[in-house]
C-alpha cells in the first residue's frame, strides 16, 4: 500500500525539543510512517501551541489487559507526558464485526452484551498506565452507528476489494480457498473511518494493525483530511519467549494479577527474553539499559538485573512496597518456603488419592497430568517431595505444591 503524501507545505526547522520529541517516539517502536510527516506535525504544534490528536483503538474482545497491551500503551503515555492530546478508543461497534488481523478463519462476532462487561474494565485498566484526567475516552459507535445503510455503502465505494486483498491474511485465506465473510471486509474500512471522525494526526497499534492504520491514512486523503501518520509497535512475546503474548494461550501476565504473580511470572522468562521486556515495557533510559547489559557481561549475575526489571513492574501496577513484598516472597519461594497469600479449599473423601487431590484442588488440569507432574518429582506435601503414584492422603490439613508456583493448603476429611 503507498503511504506517500501529496501535501506540500514549506518545512518548518527542527527544534532541539521537536528532535527530543522524535526521539522518545522512536524508542523500541517497529516503524514511524511517515517520519518526516510526523517531524513537521510535532514542528507546527510547537510553533501553534497546538497539541497532535493521537489515537489508539481497542476492541474489548477479552475482560482484561496483559502487559502485552501496555507496550503500546505506554508509548501513548509518553506522548501524553509531552502535552500531546491522547484518545483512547474502545472499539464496542468494530467488536461486533471482529478484527481478521493475523487470522486464519473468521472471528466470532461478540454479542453486545459481552462487549459492554468487557468494556467496563478496559478504560480503568488503561488508567494504570495513562493519565485519566488527560485522556479522552471514545466508543467507535458514536459515530458507526449512525452511518445507517446509505452511509456504510458510500463508505464501502471509496475503497477497492483489490486494495483489501493485498492485506496478507487475506490473500493467504483467498489462495488457500479458506472463507472469508463480506462482514470482515468491513473492519478495516471501520477503523480507518474513526481516523476521520477523530481527526487523528497520529494513530498506533501493534505491527499486526499496520494495513488497518494505513487504510485509516487513505481515508482521511478522501475526505479531504491531512493524513495521519502511523506508529507501529512490537508484539511482546509471552512467558514461553515465542508466541506472542495472549491469554487465550496462557503466556500471558495480567495488569491486575497479584505483585506476587506478577513478581514470579517475569522472575520465570528467560535471560534473553529479559531485554526484550525492559526494551519494551521498561521506563529506564537506554542508557541504563546498555550498562545493565555491559554488567551482565562483565559477569554479573542477570538474574539481579530480572530482578529490578520485576520491582519495577510491581511497583508500577501496585505500589513499591508491594514489590518489596512480592521479591521477599520470590526469595522465599525459591528457598523452598511456602507464600503467605495461598489459596484455602476443603475436599472430602479421605483417603484419597494423589492425583485426585492435585486435580479437585485446581493444581492440575486432570489427574493424568497430575500422575506426571509426581513422576517428574513436581509435586510437595509439606515440603516433601511425592514420588508414590499410588498415595492416598488421609484426613487433615496439608500444603500442596506444584512445580514452583502452584500452592494450596488442602484440609481433607
Given amino acids: ?15 532541539d525539543t521537536v528532535q527530543e520529541a522524535l526521539t522518545v517516539a522512536k524508542r523500541g517502536v517497529e516503524e514511524l510512517l511517515i517520519e518526516s510527516e510526523f517531524a513537521q506535525k ?3 504544534s510547537e510553533q501553534s501551541g497546538k497539541p497532535l490528536r493521537i489515537k489508539l483503538g481497542l476492541d474489548p474482545t477479552a475482560p482484561d489487559l496483559h502487559l502485552g497491551h501496555t507496550v503500546v500503551l505506554n508509548k501513548m503515555r509518553q506522548l501524553q507526558d ?17 478484527d481478521p488481523s493475523g487470522r486464519n478463519i473468521t ?6 452484551e459481552q462487549i459492554s462487561e468487557n468494556a467496563k474494565t478496559y478504560f480503568s485498566q488503561a488508567s ?9 475516552i471514545r466508543y467507535n459507535s458514536e459515530w458507526c452507528d449512525p452511518l445507517g445503510a446509505r452511509g456504510m455503502i458510500e463508505l464501502s465505494a471509496k475503497y477497492t476489494v483489490a486494495r483489501i486483498l493485498e492485506r496478507e491474511d487475506f490473500t493467504k485465506r483467498f489462495q488457500s480457498n479458506t472463507p472469508i465473510s463480506l462482514h470482515e471486509f468491513l473492519y478495516p474500512l471501520m477503523q480507518g473511518y474513526d481516523s476521520v471522525a477523530l481527526k487523528s494526526d497520529l494513530e498506533l497499534g501493534g505491527t499486526d494493525q499496520k494495513f488497518n492504520l494505513l487504510v485509516g491514512r487513505e481515508l482521511q486523503k478522501s475526505y479531504g483530511q491531512e493524513q495521519q501518520c502511523i506508529l507501529t509497535m512490537p508484539l511482546l512475546e509471552g512467558l514461553d519467549g515465542v508466541e506472542k503474548m495472549s491469554k487465550s494461550k496462557g503466556n500471558y501476565i495480567g495488569i491486575t494479577e497479584p505483585g506476587n504473580t506478577m513478581f514470579a511470572k517475569l522472575m520465570s522468562i528467560s535471560d534473553v527474553m529479559m531485554w526484550r521486556y525492559y526494551e519494551l515495557l521498561s521506563f529506564r533510559s537506554l542508557a541504563e539499559i546498555a550498562q545493565f547489559k555491559q554488567e551482565v557481561e562483565g559477569g554479573r549475575n542477570p538474574r539481579d538485573i530480572k530482578v529490578l526489571l520485576a ?15 512480592a521479591l521477599a516472597d520470590f526469595v522465599n519461594r525459591s528457598k523452598g518456603g511456602i507464600p503467605d ?18 486435580k479437585q484442588a485446581n493444581l492440575c488440569a486432570s489427574t493424568s497430568e497430575a500422575l506426571r507432574m509426581v513422576e517428574q518429582g513436581g509435586v510437595r506435601i509439606d515440603g516433601t517431595v511425592i514420588s508414590d503414584k499410588a498415595l492416598k492422603v488421609e484426613a487433615g490439613t496439608v500444603v500442596v505444591q506444584v512445580g514452583k508456583r502452584k500452592f494450596a493448603r488442602v484440609t481433607l476429611s
Avoid: N, Y
Fill in 311 to 325: 520491582q519495577e513492574i510491581v511497583a508500577r501496577f501496585h505500589s513499591v512496597q508491594a514489590a518489596e513484598d
Fill in 341 to 358: 497469600d495461598i489459596p484455602e479449599l476443603a475436599l472430602s473423601g479421605a483417603p484419597l488419592g494423589i492425583g485426585q487431590l492435585l
Fill in 128 to 136: 494504570l498506565v495513562l493519565d485519566p484526567t488527560r485522556t479522552e
Fill in 107 to 112: 472471528r466470532p462476532p461478540l454479542t453486545k
Fill in 42 to 44: 510535532l514542528a507546527r
Fill in 1 to 15: 500500500m503507498d503511504v506517500s503524501s501529496s501535501r506540500k507545505t514549506t518545512l518548518l526547522p527542527l527544534t
Fill in 82 to 98: 509531552l502535552g500531546h492530546q491522547v484518545i483512547f478508543l474502545i472499539g464496542d461497534f468494530t467488536s461486533m464485526i471482529g
